[in-house]
C-alpha cells in the first residue's frame, strides 16, 4: 500500500496527478505557456520524464516498533519543511533570472509513502529490491535522472529520531540584488539530522564497481540539503557530477552527500551545523544530544517559578 503525502493530502497512484491528464497532454499543455522557454532547467527536464512529475521522493519507513504514528507524522511533516525551505533558496535566483514558472515546482511536490509493517527493520538491500520492483510495475526505470525513482528514501529509527530533533529549517534572507543573482545572507540556525537514501545505481556484484567492501549502496543527506540533492540528480545521471568512487574502508564511516560533493562521515554523526555544504563546521552523536537535552531540562528545573 503506498500513498501521495502533501500536508493532509494524499493520492493513490501517479498517473492520477491529475487522473483526466496523460503525460503527452501534461507535456504539450506546459509548453503550449509562453513563459514556459524561461522555466528552470530542472522543471524541464523533471516534467520530459515518465515518473518524473510530480516530483518528490519515495519513501519507505521502516520503523514501527519504536516509531509511534504520530512520530511518524511528524518526522514526515518536518521533511516535507526542510525541502521546502531548501527549495527557496534556489527559487530566489530563478525568480531574478526571468524563470515564471517556478511554483510549479513547490506545487508539484509529492511524495509516495511507503508503509507496511512487514519492513520493519528492513535493509537497504531489502529496500532496493522492494523499490525496483515497484518503479518496474510502474513501466517505469531506475537510473534515469529522476529524485523519487533512483534514491529511493528508508527512515529507520535513528534516522526518524534525528529528524524529529532537528531545529526549525533556515529560509534564505536577501541582503543585496546582484546581478546575475541576488546576494544571500545564509543566517546560522540550529542543528540539522540526515535522511538514508538507497542508491538503486549501485549493484555489489558488478566487477567494476570500485566502492569497497563497507559501501552497501545507503548514502546519507542531510536534512537542509533535500532539495539540492533532487535539483542534482540529473546531473549524477548524466555523469557531469562526480561523487568520486574512493568508497568505504572503514565500518564506522557512510557515505554523506549533498549531491554537489561528498565525502565519509563518522556513523554516530547525528545532528550537524546547518551548511547547505556537505562539509559541517559541528556535529553530535545521539548520546551527546541526549546528554544536552537532559542538562538543559535540569537548568530549566533550576529557575525559580519554573516549576
Not at 509516495?112 to 527493520?121: H, N, R, S
Not at 528514501?153 to 530533533?165: P, Q
Not at 529560509?171 to 540550529?190: A, M, T
Not at 562521515?265 to 556537505?278: A, Y
Request: charged share 30%; proline share 6%; hydrophobic share 35%.
Amino acid at each position: 500500500m503506498f500513498k501521495f503525502n502533501i500536508g493532509s493530502t494524499f493520492y493513490c497512484d501517479i498517473a492520477e496527478f491529475p487522473p483526466e491528464e496523460t503525460f503527452a497532454e501534461r507535456i504539450n499543455r506546459q509548453r503550449a505557456k509562453p513563459e514556459w522557454k524561461d522555466v528552470p532547467q530542472w522543471l524541464d527536464y523533471e516534467s520530459s520524464k515518465s515518473g518524473g512529475w510530480p516530483w518528490g521522493w519515495a519513501i519507505y519507513r521502516t520503523s514501527y516498533v519504536n516509531t509511534s504514528d504520530r512520530d511518524w507524522a511528524r518526522a514526515i511533516e518536518k521533511l516535507d519543511e526542510a525541502c521546502m525551505a531548501d527549495l527557496e533558496f534556489y527559487e530566489r535566483s530563478w525568480h531574478r533570472s526571468g524563470s515564471t514558472c517556478v511554483e510549479m515546482i513547490r506545487e508539484g511536490y509529492r511524495n509516495v509513502i511507503f508503509e507496511d509493517p512487514a519492513l520493519e527493520g528492513a535493509s537497504e538491500a531489502v529496500i532496493q529490491r522492494r523499490h525496483e520492483q515497484w518503479v518496474a510495475s510502474h513501466g517505469l526505470y531506475v537510473s534515469s535522472g529522476i529524485p523519487r525513482l533512483d534514491y529511493p528514501l528508508l527512515l529507520d529509527d535513528r534516522c526518524i529520531r534525528s529528524i524529529l530533533a532537528s531545529a526549525a529549517p533556515r529560509k534564505p534572507s536577501v541582503i543585496e540584488c546582484g546581478l546575475p543573482w541576488p546576494k544571500i545572507n545564509d543566517k546560522p540556525g540550529g542543528m540539522v539530522g540526515y535522511v538514508n537514501f538507497i542508491d538503486t545505481n549501485f549493484n555489489p556484484e558488478d566487477p567494476e564497481n570500485d566502492y569497497e567492501e563497507y559501501y552497501r549502496g545507503l548514502i546519507r543527506v542531510h536534512l537542509d540539503c533535500l532539495a539540492q540533492f533532487a535539483l542534482r540528480c540529473e546531473d549524477l545521471e548524466t555523469g557531469e557530477q562526480e561523487w568520486g568512487e574512493y568508497g568505504m574502508d572503514t565500518p564506522d564511516y557512510v557515505f554523506y552527500t549533498d549531491g554537489r560533493c561528498s565525502q565519509p562521515e563518522s556513523k554516530e554523526m547525528f545532528l550537524s551545523s546547518p551548511d547547505r555544504n556537505v562539509e559541517r563546521t559541528a556535529s553530535v552523536t545521539e548520546l551527546e544530544y541526549i546528554e544536552r537535552q537532559g542538562m538543559e531540562s535540569l537548568a530549566l528545573s533550576n529557575v525559580p517559578g519554573s516549576a
